[in-house]
């Protein structure tokens, strides 16, 4: 999850690409240059170990647009795909 912060931040599409699982990845990934990341708080982690095949990540990325602060508020589920961390989808929270 602290990877795709970053990668979100930082514009890295090519990694956003590849930790997304293949079959819920968008066409395309467009990003807000209006929008200044804050911080990210890792909330709860619901399994996603060494020896897990699935797990569930809840998050609070914080960030400024227009000069108003705001937060993105989400349970974030992942698997194995090849072996590698990937993010299927998500809800958001309140």
Same mark, same amino acid.
Request: charge should be negative.
């Given at each position: ?34 929008? @200044?990341?804050?911080? !990210? ?26 000069? @108003? ?22 809800? !958001?929270?309140?």
């Amino acid at each position: 999850m602290r990877s795709r912060y970053t990668a979100f931040t930082s514009g890295a599409v090519d990694y956003l690409t590849t930790s997304w699982h293949p079959d819920h990845r968008p066409a395309t990934i467009a990003f807000d240059p209006d929008v @200044q990341w804050l911080g !990210l708080e890792i909330v709860d982690v619901s399994a996603g170990g060494p020896e897990d095949l699935v797990g569930e990540v809840e998050f609070v990325a914080r960030f400024r647009r227009e000069g @108003q602060r705001a937060k993105l508020h989400e349970r974030s589920r992942f698997e194995r795909h090849d072996g590698r961390w990937v993010y299927v989808d998500g809800d !958001l929270l309140s």
